[in-house]
């Protein structure tokens, strides 16, 4: 089974059916998008030789491109790897690299990062420019049947950031991805022909996962003008278009309610929000349902087990009068129907109802493994369960809260940032003898990235200078927002930093750490 037998489907059915919108402009129907994915595979397996299972990456903003690109890949039978646009260029070589990339897609604002990417890594994989000519030759080859892929082969390699500062390639197979379509039509947000996602967030990740059901479903895709999150112009959207759905961190929802409180915006078009990928506060759920009305999914999941552990539904988010409401608004949800989720101590034994331990899932959604990293793989899934590293506990009526992060991560703006991938880059710079990097809550982006530094005895330090050593080596986004100097950070009776300390005392405006302006 292969993921490219619902596009064909789809145009088979009604190829008249819009497929592809960029912003409320019609780009393609299920007929066109078809024929052009049959084209790229042919393409891609022709004119560069690709043979089934080789790499395939993505390194694009949000464009209708990306659509083709994806299933093109897959109707070839090749794994498409998603880079995310934010990265940086040594991290986006890394990624090429790790993941063996024999062909790169990339959007023309993405060209200098791909050049120096390509420039700083080892693979040289053949770069198509979207848009080029060359890439319109490339639709134009006579298209191909679909390749025949098992199930259980690789379709995309979904990269995060590890914790130990190299991002690690989490394979989702066809089948992965296919029970996540389904229960997300199930259980998330049905979709019928005629309706639409619109990519707000990033097509590498969350949002671009999404673009499987609503193929399924055969919705449309529409790719603001903007090509990313801008409240008014959604707002705009859905004045005008009826259907949509998105996917939105957080704080997007957050901005969202803001600008419509702001113009008095009601959003009628909006069907769904499904959000996720970082704590929601409850204040910020309840101001968002009495601006858009109840339609808002929450979804808890993670790259490894893509957007599927638990979901809080839209009904569940609207039920006032139950007397759990407010806890059940600041929890997860219920596991969904796809998943076996389990809240686990340290022996893997289930803890009792209220009580934390590790959430640990298993079903059809969960990755065979990270791409050749057997040491993350065996750490990571255990007898045929993924741990997850977050920490969380069930009610006794199967609500999952969600308590801490045991791999430490900081969400800000509902991405992840690893503290240890930050601490490395400070840590390059002579004059910093140690570091300890943190998240603060932030109002608006959930978390914010705080470093503490401690510098070596006798030397300065300044902001700048630690400012352009992260420029340096990873993207702007995880820059700490913040830089405190400190003589001394607080450690245990191991010498281990004892982070909750830190923000205890980031927290009290301490005299023990001075702020660097
Ligand atoms: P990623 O693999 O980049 O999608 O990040 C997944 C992580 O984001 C999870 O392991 C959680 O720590 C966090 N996360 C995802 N969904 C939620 C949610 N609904 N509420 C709070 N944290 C979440």
Request: net charge negative; with cysteine.
């Amino acid at each position: 089974m292969n993921l490219a037998h619902h596009l064909l489907r789809a145009a088979k059915a009604d190829a008249s059916a819009p497929a592809l919108l960029k912003g409320l402009i019609p780009v393609a129907n299920y007929g066109r998008l078809a024929t052009t994915v049959a084209s790229l595979a042919a393409s891609l397996q022709q004119r560069f030789g690709l043979a089934k299972g080789a790499r395939v990456a993505l390194l694009m903003k949000n464009v209708p491109d990306y659509v083709a690109c994806l299933y093109g890949c897959w109707h070839a039978g090749l794994v498409a790897v998603p880079i995310n646009a934010k990265l940086h260029p040594r991290e986006v070589a890394f990624i090429l690299d790790n993941s063996g990339a024999a062909v790169v897609f990339v959007t023309s604002d993405m060209a200098s990062v791909a050049s120096e990417a390509l420039a700083l890594g080892t693979a040289k994989p053949q770069v198509v420019e979207i848009g080029s000519a060359e890439h319109r030759d490339l639709e134009k080859t006579d298209g191909i049947a679909i390749a025949d892929v098992a199930i259980t082969d690789p379709a995309w390699i979904f990269y995060t950031s590890g914790t130990t500062g190299r991002p690690k390639g989490a394979v989702l197979s066809h089948r992965n991805l296919l029970a996540m379509s389904m229960n997300y039509l199930a259980e998330i947000n049905p979709v019928v022909s005629g309706e639409a996602l619109l990519h707000a967030a990033p097509m590498s990740h969350g949002s671009g996962l999404y673009m499987v059901p609503h193929v399924l479903g055969m919705g449309a895709q529409i790719i603001p003008e903007s090509g990313r999150f801008e409240p008014d112009e959604i707002l705009e959207l859905t004045a005008k278009r009826d259907g949509i759905s998105f996917f939105a961190a957080p704080t997007m929802v957050r901005r969202l309610t803001v600008a419509a409180e702001a113009s008095g915006a009601t959003a009628p078009g909006l069907k769904a929000i499904i959000y996720g990928g970082g704590p929601m506060y409850v204040a910020d759920c309840k101001a968002a349902l009495a601006v858009f009305g109840p339609k808002l999914v929450q979804i808890y999941g993670q790259g490894e087990t893509p957007m599927t552990i638990t979901y809080l539904p839209k009904s569940m988010h609207i039920d006032a009068g139950h007397p759990r409401h407010e806890e059940r608004l600041a929890s997860v949800g219920i596991a969904q129907g796809v998943v076996q989720v389990r809240t686990v101590d340290e022996a893997g034994r289930d803890v009792a109802p209220d009580e934390v331990g590790e959430i640990i899932v298993r079903g059809d959604t969960v990755m065979s493994g990270y791409w050749q990293n057997p040491e993350a793989t065996a750490n990571t899934l255990r007898d045929g369960w993924l741990y997850t590293g977050d920490m969380g506990a069930f009610d006794a009526d199967g609500f999952l809260t969600l308590k801490d992060r045991s791999k430490d991560v900081i969400i800000s703006g509902g991405t992840n940032i690893y503290p240890r991938e930050v601490e490395e880059v400070l840590l390059r710079h002579e004059a910093v003898a140690e570091v300890s990097v943190i998240g603060r809550p932030h109002p608006e982006w959930g978390e914010e990235v705080v470093a503490v530094v401690v510098p070596v005895a006798g030397r300065a330090v300044t902001r700048e200078e630690l400012d352009q050593m992260c420029n340096a080596w990873i993207a702007r986004f995880k820059r700490p927002k913040h830089y405190y100097l400190t003589g001394e950070l607080p450690k245990n009776s191991y010498g281990k930093i004892v982070k909750t300390e830190l923000r205890t005392l980031l927290g009290e405006s301490s005299a023990r750490l001075t702020r660097m302006d």
